[in-house]
């Protein structure tokens, strides 16, 4: 049982090793960060309470989503579908818990930038990536409701 834990754990840090090098080849920022390196706030946390809910956004901002995960068993949430271009995944982090035992369960927060306007479904999947569909054992939805950031005055324009 020990050797498939270490196998397990390597295949996530794998994974999340994986996902950094994408996010540092196609340009994408962390959701700390907007694309010139400037801070970009979370501006909404959604959680297990949230499932169902709907939340309004702008283009630019970035929502995530944190929700209970034990990746030593093999589960880890994963997105679904977020409804076309408008969100885009810009971060995804386990976040043990403060206990810090080995194989205890943490968080996933899943962290979405708003791209485009749009209403959207963002549907997350708990489930084991290798055993495909079949391995789905929880399900997370919220609709976004993401609009255009209104332009600011520019003090030039008001000559």
């Known amino acids: 049982m020990g050797l498939e834990r270490l196998r397990v754990a390597v295949a996530v840090g794998a994974g ?3 996902l950094s090098a994408l996010l540092a080849v196609t340009g994408i920022a962390p959701a700390d ?9 979370v501006v909404k946390t959604l959680t297990r309470a949230d499932g169902g809910s709907s ?8 929502v995530a ?3 209970a ?3 030593s068993t093999g589960f880890v949430w994963s997105t679904d579908s977020t409804g076309g271009d ?4 810009v971060d995804s982090e386990y976040l ?8 205890g369960a943490g968080e996933r927060s899943l962290s ?13 999947k708990l489930w084991r990536e290798w055993e495909g569909d079949k391995s789905i054992v929880d399900r997370f939805a919220a609709t976004v409701r993401i609009v255009r950031r209104t332009p600011q005055a520019n003090s030039d324009d008001r000559r």
Not at 55 to 62: A, E, I, L, R, W
Not at 96 to 103: K, S
Not at 112 to 124: P, S, T
């Open 16 to 18: 999340a090793l994986a």
């Open 112 to 124: 979405f930038r708003a791209v485009a306007a749009g209403n959207v479904e963002l549907r997350l």
């Open 86 to 89: 408008a969100l885009q995944l």
């Open 65 to 67: 989503v944190r929700l």
């Open 69 to 71: 995960e034990n990746p």
């Open 96 to 103: 043990p818990a403060a206990d810090g035992r080995v194989g």
């Open 33 to 41: 960060t907007d694309a010139g390196g400037g801070p970009t706030a």
């Open 55 to 62: 939340v309004q956004m702008k283009v630019g901002d970035v």
